[in-house]
């Protein structure tokens, strides 16, 4: 991925907004290292699929383990 790495706070109710204004981010609350977030888009601005930081599971889903089981009686 090519571009700019952006790192803002902010705070619950406050907004960010992109590309002349076509994408405006608005934080609603937070809650632990939970965020509700409200998007308002133009009608072309394309949505990609959520990605998930690394290590972090989405829900319901957890990571199978190996186990490693020493031999009976030896």
């Known amino acids: 991925m090519s571009g700019r790495r952006l790192i ?6 406050e907004s960010l907004s992109f590309d002349g204004g ?3 981010v608005t ?6 290292q ?10 072309d601005v394309v949505v ?5 930081a ?5 829900r319901g889903h957890k990571t199978l383990q190996a186990r490693r089981y020493a ?3 030896t």
């Not at 803002?8 to 109710?13: C, E, S, Y």
């Not at 977030?37 to 133009?42: D, G, Q, W």
């Not at 990609?48 to 998930?52: A, G, L, N």
């Open 27 to 32: 934080l609603r609350q937070r809650t632990g």
């Open 48 to 52: 990609d699929k959520p990605t998930h």
């Open 71 to 73: 031999p009976m009686g």
């Open 8 to 13: 803002r706070q902010i705070k619950a109710g």
């Open 54 to 58: 690394r290590g972090d599971e989405p």
């Open 22 to 24: 076509r994408v405006v």
């Open 34 to 43: 939970r965020a509700e977030l409200s998007l308002h888009l133009e009608d």
